[in-house]
């Protein structure tokens, strides 16, 4: 709530830094066909870091440990940087495929990163005994395997995006309140929204004006190249029940002057490493730039 310093995207990107866990689990890799897939990851990790959690973080309320348990840092919610804004969780998930094994990543920012020991722990428990593979996909999968485990400290971020910036998405891309079809601009403020917060956890505020962005993202025209909708089911287990979940998958350009191009590219190029759009906590608005494209 108090950073020490403000910073503009250059100092954030020289601050950055991030872990990331990468777990490669023998012929899985069918799951990552699955959308929902990546929530029911999130929903084993969070059990299982509950399991070695204090009364009071499972109670909602800030873990009296010193330091605080993992789940009170890294699941439980951390307050609002304004009334409408909650600061984001400091991690994020990332499924592949590597042949028929399939690799899950676990991203964790700023001084999560101090938890990555604890964290290691708690997704292995959960990828190898409390994880539905198959989900309601009917499926065959076999008992999961860990063949390896990768852990990957980043320090800094390269800002070097594209000069026509075109987001690749490999997870489904969505808003909370708006088509992100109809609205494809509204992801770059709520992309610099989720920056800004997570700039927090590298105990930095980040400078950026709301409503010079604004104007930025309408000079700026965008486009979908392609896109498909996608809809599935994720569990909440705090509601007990099932909430239906719709996204795009698909290439979206961005065109404009190359001042205001340069500009929106860098904002992205954090958004490459921690996700765009809503429900970024259950893998969504993962993409990469795709170099190139045409008019």
Known sequence: MAPAAIVDLDGLAEAWFETDIIWTIAGSSAAI????????????????????????????????WEPPCAFGVIFQKQGRMDP?????????????????????????FGFATDYAGAAAEAMGKALTARLDYAGSSGQFFPR??????TILARPGLALSPPSAPVLDFLSPVLLTSIDVIEHPRSLLTTAAARIAGLARWHDLELSLD???????????DFFWLDAVGLRWKRRSRKQNREIRMAGTIGRLAIDGSEPDLHLAGRIFAFGQRCHIGADAAYGCGRFDFQREHGT
Do not use: K, N, Y
């Not at 999961?144 to 485990?149: F, K, L, N, T, Y």
């Open 33 to 64: 066909g699955d959308p929902g897939f990546p929530g029911r990851v999130r929903g084993a990790f969070g059990a299982e870091l509950m399991d070695g959690a204090s009364p009071e973080a499972l109670a909602g309320q800030p873990c009296p």
């Open 84 to 108: 409408g804004l909650e600061f984001p969780g400091p991690w994020v998930i990332e499924v592949d495929a590597e042949g028929a094994d399939l690799l899950v990543t676990l991203r964790l």
């Open 210 to 220: 709301r409503a010079a962005l604004v104007d930025l993202s309408h000079r700026l």
């Open 144 to 149: 999961p395997h860990v063949i390896a485990r």
